[in-house]
Each structure stands twice: as structure tokens, then as C-alpha cells.
């Protein structure tokens, strides 16, 4: 998620809940259509009238939990941006931290360190991910460097041609 | 997710089904490596020793993998 151009902060929490809203929703209702259909009684009509009905209930709930979690990450975000004065995977770790614990004050003071540790972890590993993948796509377009010499090509034709007329 | 840079103009911006491939595998990635800490603390919990544990943290990052692959991938694809 940190590789696409990103708004600046006050519009990127709207943009962010937005997002984790719709991805939510659809992905919810792809794993909602496989479970209603499952679910629901023998013969097509009831199957498929089940996996409509599951994506009709349980969609929008995913989506919404999706858009808590979203919004309120980018607000965290956006704040320590603000208080640090500068951008890097620490803000996202700690925002994704403070998201988990957060949403888990509910439970109780012990829920709370459990979820902000997998909540950091989880955004631990998708920075960690990110940075390899960016080294990866930098090797890639060093790699594409061989493209630019084709051209001297062109000496080893010029060689051959000379050797033919040797021959 | 590829910076596209000016110079080569061979490189073009990704197609999208390229950046929801990308977004998959990153995600299962993800997915992989938090099932395989979460799944060995749980299975541990249980109790689950030698193949069972095996087998069982396997499965949870599978699970996990495709759950975040799926949803990363639908993140991308909605950004195209």
C-alpha cells in the first residue's frame, strides 16, 4: 500500500478510509458469495439465493471494519507525520500499533498489548516486503541496461561481413 | 508499483492486471510470513508437537496468504 503516489496528509485519511472501505467490501463479498453458497440449503436457486443474500448482509460489515481500521490508521499517520516532521516505515509501525490497541479497548489492558503487537508486526511485515520489492525493481531496470547496447551489435555484423569476403 | 522513468520509453506503467499480480503476491507474501509467527504461536499453545505442528502452521499460511493475497490484490486493482 506505501508504493502508490499517496495524497497529502489531511485528504489522505479520506482517501485511505475510502479505499480500505471498497477493498473491504469486494473481498469481504468474494469470501461471502463462496461461504453462502456453501451454506446454504441443496439446489442452485437456494445456493445462489444464499451467496446473494450472504454479499447483501455481510459485504457492507466488512467494508466498515475495514474503513475503521483504514480511517483511523491514516489519522494516526497523519498526526505523527505532523509531530515528527518527517515520512518513514517507523510512522506506519507505530500507527499500525496504535490502531490495533485502539481497537481492542474494549477487552481490556492485556487485548490491548496483544493486538498492538500484531498490529505492528502485520505493518512490519508489509513495510519490510515493500522496501525488498523496491530493491527488486531496482535491479530490474538495471538490468534493462543490455536493451541500450544493442546498437554495438553492429561491429560483430561488420566483422562477419568482412570475414565472408575473406572467405 | 514500478517507478516508470522518462528516459526509457520502453518502460511504460504496468498494465493492471500486472499491478494486481503484484499486489497478489506481495500480499500472500505478507500473508505467509504473519501466519507462519501467529500460526507457530497458536498451534504451540495447544500443544501441537513435531509433524502436527508442521502441518498445522503450514495450513494457517496458506490460509492466511491467500486471505491477505486476495484483499492486497483488490487494493491494487481498485487504484488502476
Not at chain 1, 463479498?29 to 454479499?55: C, D, E, I, M, Y
Not at chain 2, 500460526?39 to 502441518?55: A, P
Request: charged share 15%; hydrophobic share 40%; proline share 5%.
Amino acid at each position: 500500500m506505501e508504493e502508490y503516489a499517496r495524497e497529502p496528509c489531511p485528504w489522505r485519511i479520506v482517501d485511505d478510509c475510502g479505499g480500505a472501505f471498497t477493498m473491504g467490501a469486494i473481498g469481504g463479498g468474494v469470501f461471502q458469495t463462496v461461504k453462502g453458497f456453501r451454506n446454504a440449503p441443496v439446489g442452485v436457486r437456494h445456493r445462489l439465493r444464499g451467496s446473494a443474500n450472504a454479499v447483501r448482509v455481510r459485504a457492507p460489515q466488512i467494508g466498515g471494519s475495514f474503513a475503521v481500521w483504514g480511517g483511523l490508521f491514516s489519522t494516526i499517520d497523519c498526526g505523527l507525520v505532523r509531530l515528527r516532521g518527517k515520512e518513514d516505515p517507523w510512522n506506519s509501525i507505530t500507527s499500525g500499533a496504535m490502531t490495533g490497541a485502539i481497537l481492542a479497548a474494549r477487552s481490556g489492558p492485556l487485548a490491548m498489548v496483544g493486538s498492538a503487537m500484531m498490529g505492528g508486526i502485520l505493518l512490519a511485515l508489509i513495510e519490510g516486503f515493500g522496501i525488498l520489492l523496491t530493491r527488486y525493481t531496482a535491479q530490474q531496470f538495471q538490468n534493462s541496461s543490455p536493451i541500450v547496447e544493442d546498437p554495438k551489435q553492429l561491429p560483430p555484423k561488420e566483422e562477419a561481413r568482412g570475414y565472408g569476403q575473406y572467405q | 508499483m514500478p517507478v516508470s522513468v522518462g528516459s526509457y520509453g520502453q518502460q511504460a506503467q504496468p498494465s493492471c492486471f500486472d499491478r494486481v499480480k503484484m499486489g497478489f503476491m506481495m500480499g500472500f507474501a505478507v500473508g505467509m510470513a504473519a501466519g507462519a509467527m501467529f500460526g507457530t504461536f497458536s498451534c504451540l499453545r495447544i500443544g501441537m508437537r513435531g509433524r502436527e505442528l508442521m502441518g498445522g502452521v503450514g495450513k494457517t499460511m496458506m490460509q492466511s496468504g491467500g486471505t491477505f493475497g486476495t484483499f492486497m490484490a483488490i487494493g491494487m486493482g481498485i487504484r488502476c
